[in-house]
């Protein structure tokens, strides 16, 4: 699956067993996860495994291009867009 993300668009993918990895085509996002106390600037051409049963936060820093790999074919993954117009460090 391929999402376009606007600058400062903010998404919550809670993953249960379905992603495998996330790959960064373009642009610059930051990242937070449930399996860890660390926060990810990942830069394009990038590509993060994903822990089983993890949430992750995804704010894009700039306009980017972010595939979502999964382990099956019709895997399910819920996908939420948090401020779907403001970045929370300018609400």
Do not use: F, K
């Not at 936060?57 to 595939?67: K, W």
């Amino acid at each position: 699956m391929r999402y376009l993300l606007a600058q400062g668009e903010i998404i919550t993918l809670q993953n249960g067993e379905a992603i495998e990895s996330l790959s960064l085509l373009a642009g610059a996002i930051w990242l937070t996860r449930s399996s860890d106390t660390h926060d990810y600037c990942l830069q394009e051409g990038t590509r993060l495994a994903v822990v089983r049963g993890e949430t992750l936060i995804i704010e894009a820093l700039t306009p980017a291009t972010l595939t979502v790999n999964c382990r099956e074919r019709r895997a399910g993954v819920h996908i939420t867009t948090a401020w779907p117009h403001t970045s929370p460090r300018t609400a």
